[in-house]
């Protein structure tokens, strides 16, 4: 019998945008997104960027943040 082990998409472990953006709201208490919705789509694409390139450092601008629909 074997085993099957299911590996999901994991986050970028280096500087993110996200990352950059939790640690300005623990400290300042502000954002640097429009919505939770950019927010979300931006881990989106961290994820991807991560998965393609094998990147752990991705700036997500807000011009690819915008093209996700």
Known sequence: MGITIIIKDGEA???TR?????E???KWGTTSFKS???KDKAK???RKIKK???SDDSR???QLI???E
Do not use: C, P
Not at 18 to 22: I, L
């Open 13 to 15: 472990r280096g500087k």
């Open 18 to 22: 996200t990352r950059t953006d939790r």
């Open 24 to 26: 300005l709201q623990e």
């Open 36 to 38: 939770e919705e950019d």
């Open 44 to 46: 989106y694409l961290e």
């Open 52 to 54: 393609t390139h094998g």
């Open 60 to 62: 997500v601008t807000g």
């Open 66 to 68: 915008n093209a996700v």
